[in-house]
């Protein structure tokens, strides 16, 4: 088991920039892929990016690509996602995801932890 909270949403302007972190609990932390994901009011749960264990391989949906960046620091059990140029279809409650396993996974049903997701609003 691993437990999971995001942080670092908030209310920013178009064209600006946030941060998100996700920290996950336990010393194994480091055999779990991990994913981005984002729910809109009114809209499916959507990945948006994904890690594998090692950082050495990373996923983007192509809304994102250019502008969204993930990363992961085992060393502090925290993944990020960067995400600069921020448009107002950004908008979204945003999730982590984690599952223990040596791939990069993205799909929602792969994944067996969650955290409770953090506000992100880019007003327009």
């Known amino acids: 088991q691993v437990q999971l909270v995001e942080s670092g949403g908030g209310l920013v302007q178009a064209g600006g920039s946030l941060r998100l972190s996700c920290v996950g609990s336990?010393?194994?932390?480091?055999?779990?892929?991990v994913g981005w994901f984002r729910q809109a009011p009114g809209k499916e749960r959507e990945i948006v990016a994904a890690?594998?264990?090692?950082?050495?391989?990373?996923y983007y949906t192509d809304s994102v690509k250019g502008r969204f960046t993930i990363s992961r620091d085992n060393a502090k059990n925290t993944v990020y996602l960067q995400m600069n140029s921020l448009k107002p279809e950004d908008t979204a409650v945003y999730y982590c995801?984690?599952?223990?396993?040596?791939?990069?996974?993205?799909?929602?049903?792969?994944?067996?932890?969650w955290g409770q997701g953090t506000q992100v609003t880019v007003s327009s």
């Open positions: 336990g010393r194994t932390f480091s055999r779990y892929a």
């Open positions: 995801a984690a599952r223990e396993g040596l791939h990069t996974y993205y799909y929602s049903t792969r994944y067996d932890y």
């Open positions: 890690i594998n264990w090692s950082g050495g391989s990373t």
